[in-house]
C-alpha cells in the first residue's frame, strides 16, 4: 500500500562481496518455508529433524559440494550469511552437517555403505553432527579418551562426547576416536556412528547463554559397528579433522562477519532515527567515530575473508593458519562491534524486543566453539615460529654490530 510503513526489509543486503547470487537465491527460497519459526526454536532449544531435511531436499548441501570443497566455498559462505541472518542455531547445524559430516564423507567415503551415507546426506535424508569434545576437555584432542577396539568384523567403540552440537536430533554422530593400537597419542581415527545404535545414549542438554535453538548434548556410546564404520584409514583422524575444521571455521567467519554487519547495520539505522537533546545520536561525533571504527574493522574482516576464499579456490588449499589468524580476529573484532551496537540501542538494545541481545549471545561461541582463540593463537603463533631467513640473518648482522658509538666531541 502506498505509504505504508515498511516494517522488515523483505531480501537484506550480503555482508561481504563473496556471494553466488542464483545459489543465494535458492537458500533463500528454502529459508521461506520457516519464516516466523525461528523464534520458536530459541524456546524449544531444538532444531526440528525436518529443517535440514528440508534444506538437503531443496538441493542446497549438493549444490555447495557440487564445485568441489574449495571450488564451493562461495557457496559455503553465502549459505552461512542467508542462513546466520535468521537463524544462528540452524547456521551451526547446518554447517555441522554439511561442513564436517558431508566434508568428511565427501573426502573420505569408500564403501558402498559410506557412499550411500553421503548420497542420504547430501539430499538431507540423514542428518550429522561432530564428536571431538569429551568431559575431561576439547582443546587438547590429543587427550581424548573415546576407544575403538577391535573385534571380530567391526569395532567397538566405548566413550563419552560432551557439547556436541545438534546431538539432540541429527541421526549420525562423526566421532573422534583412539584406535587400541595407536601408536602416538595423536594417532586418531574417525568413526561413523549411528544415534539411533544399540548402546548409543543422549545423556541430555546444556542450558547455553546463545544459539539457543541449537541443542548442545551429551552422547555416552558403548556400541559395536561394522569395519566400515571407520572413515578413512585408522591413524589418521586428527588430521582429517583438521582439515575439515578449516572449513567450519571459515564459516564460523562468514556467520561473524553476518552477525557485525546486521548489528552495525540495526545500530546505524537506530541512531539516525533516534534524537536526543533535540539531534540525531547519529551526529554526536563520539557515536559517529564509534560506528566509522566498527565499519573500518568490518571491511577488513570481509576483504580477509574474500582473500581466503580467492586463495582457496585458486590453489585448491585451504589457508589454514590465515583463516585460524581470521577466526581469531572475527571473533574477537565482532565481539566488540556487536557490543557496541548494543550500547547505541540504549536499554532497548539489552531487551528481547529488538535483535542486538540475541546476536550478542550467538557471537559469543565463536570464540570458543571450532577450536577455542587461544588454540588459534598457537596455530598462529607456530606460522610466526616459522624460520624466516632474511630477517634471522639481519638481526645476527644487527646483534654482531651492537657495541656503542664514540662520544660525539669533548664532554662539558
Ligand atoms: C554451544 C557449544 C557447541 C559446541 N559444539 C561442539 C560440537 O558440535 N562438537 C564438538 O566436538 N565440540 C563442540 N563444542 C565444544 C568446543 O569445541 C569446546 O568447548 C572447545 O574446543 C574447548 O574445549 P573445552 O570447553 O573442553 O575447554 P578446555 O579444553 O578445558 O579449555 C579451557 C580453557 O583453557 C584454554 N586452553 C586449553 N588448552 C590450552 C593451551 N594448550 N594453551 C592455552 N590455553 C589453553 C582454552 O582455550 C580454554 O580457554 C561446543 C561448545 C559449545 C559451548
Redesign the pocket.
Known amino acids: 500500500m502506498a505509504g505504508e510503513r515498511r516494517m522488515t526489509p523483505t531480501a537484506p543486503p550480503s555482508a561481504a562481496d563473496l556471494v553466488d547470487e542464483a545459489f543465494q537465491v535458492e537458500v533463500r527460497g528454502a529459508l521461506a518455508a520457516f519464516t516466523g519459526d525461528f523464534a520458536r526454536w530459541e524456546l524449544e532449544r531444538h532444531i526440528p529433524k525436518s529443517v535440514p531435511a528440508a534444506l538437503g531436499r531443496a538441493g542446497l548441501f549438493r549444490r555447495r559440494w557440487e564445485p568441489g570443497a574449495e571450488g564451493g566455498l562461495r557457496r559455503l559462505v553465502t549459505m552461512c550469511q542467508e542462513i546466520c541472518r535468521e537463524s544462528s542455531g540452524l547456521a ?1 547445524v547446518a554447517m ?1 552437517h554439511s561442513e564436517i559430516f558431508v566434508g568428511g564423507l565427501h573426502w573420505l567415503a569408500a564403501t558402498p555403505y559410506q557412499l550411500e551415507l553421503l548420497e542420504n546426506a547430501l539430499d538431507g535424508a540423514v542428518v550429522g ?6 568431559p ?5 584432542l590429543g587427550d581424548l579418551r573415546t576407544a575403538a577396539v577391535r573385534v571380530p568384523d567391526g569395532w567397538r567403540l566405548t566413550g563419552c ?7 539432540g536430533r541429527a541421526d549420525y554422530i562423526l566421532v ?1 576416536a583412539r584406535a587400541e593400537d595407536a601408536a602416538h597419542p595423536g594417532d586418531l581415527s574417525l568413526f561413523l556412528l549411528p544415534l539411533d545404535h544399540p548402546g548409543v545414549t543422549v545423556d541430555g542438554f ?1 542450558d ?1 547463554a ?2 539457543r535453538s ?1 541443542d ?1 548434548g551429551q552422547v555416552t556410546f558403548d556400541a559395536t559397528l561394522p569395519d566400515d564404520a571407520l572413515l578413512g584409514k585408522a591413524g589418521l583422524g586428527l588430521l582429517y579433522a583438521t582439515h575439515l575444521l578449516h572449513f567450519e571455521r571459515l564459516g564460523i567467519c562468514a556467520q561473524l562477519i553476518t552477525a557485525a554487519d546486521t548489528a552495525l547495520r540495526l545500530a546505524a539505522a537506530y541512531t539516525r532515527q533516534r534524537t536526543t537533546g533535540g539531534r540525531r545520536v547519529m551526529d554526536r561525533q563520539s557515536v559517529r567515530h564509534r560506528l566509522a571504527r566498527a565499519r573500518a574493522e568490518l571491511w577488513n574482516l570481509e576483504t580477509r575473508l574474500a582473500h581466503l576464499v580467492g586463495i582457496a579456490e585458486r590453489e585448491g588449499r585451504m589457508p589454514g593458519h590465515e583463516i585460524a589468524a581470521l577466526k581469531l580476529t572475527a571473533g574477537e573484532s565482532t565481539g566488540a562491534i556487536v557490543d557496541t551496537a548494543l550500547q547505541l540501542f540504549g536499554a532497548r538494545g539489552y531487551t528481547a524486543a529488538f535483535p542486538l541481545e540475541r546476536i550478542w549471545r550467538d557471537a559469543r ?1 565463536a570464540r ?8 588459534m ?2 596455530l598462529v603463533a607456530a606460522r610466526v615460529d616459522r624460520a624466516d631467513p632474511y630477517y634471522d640473518d639481519l638481526v645476527t648482522a644487527l646483534s654482531l654490530n651492537d657495541q656503542p658509538g664514540p662520544v660525539p666531541g669533548p664532554r662539558g
Open positions: 551451526l555441522g553432527c561432530f564428536g571431538a569434545t569429551e575431561h576437555g576439547g582443546s587438547s562426547k560432551r557439547y556436541i552440537s545438534n546431538v573422534l546444556f547455553t546463545g544459539l541449537c548442545a561461541l570458543l566453539g571450532g577450536g577455542t582463540d587461544e588454540v593463537s598457537d
